[in-house]
């Protein structure tokens, strides 16, 4: 089993920036993803960004269009999500999500292991 906790999420105006944090715990992977997916009231949940242990190559939706930033530490089983230019419409939960993922990075199926999530609220 993985143990995921988020943290760093919080009240921000439009504008601003925050960064999130995902801590990983329990039984670890050779070859991995990570992935940070978002869910606002009422609808359904949608990616956010990705990035793969060990290629570290990044994958973003396009929700972020260049404002969002992923990225990985593996000696300290963290990965991160930096977000600037914030917007009120990227006011979510926001989760973490890890798994041996396949082709289909963007599917929040193919993450076996979540967090419990992180407000994020963007004011205007």
């Known amino acids: 089993q993985v143990q995921l906790v988020e943290s760093g999420g919080g009240l921000v105006q439009a504008g601003g920036s925050l960064r999130l944090s995902c801590v990983a715990s329990?039984?670890?992977?050779?070859?991995?993803?990570v992935g940070w997916f978002r869910q606002a009231p009422g609808k359904e949940r949608e990616f956010v960004a990705a990035?793969?242990?060990?290629?570290?190559?990044?994958y973003y939706g396009d929700i972020t269009k260049g404002r969002f930033t992923i990225a990985n530490d593996n000696a300290k089983n963290t990965a991160y999500l930096r977000m600037n230019m914030l917007k009120p419409e990227d006011t979510a939960v926001y989760y973490c999500a890890v798994g041996q993922v396949g082709g289909r990075i963007t599917n929040s199926a193919e993450y076996n292991y979540w967090g419990q999530g992180t407000q994020v609220t963007v004011s205007s």
């Open positions: 990035i793969r242990w060990p290629d570290d190559s990044p």
């Open positions: 329990g039984r670890t992977f050779s070859t991995y993803a």
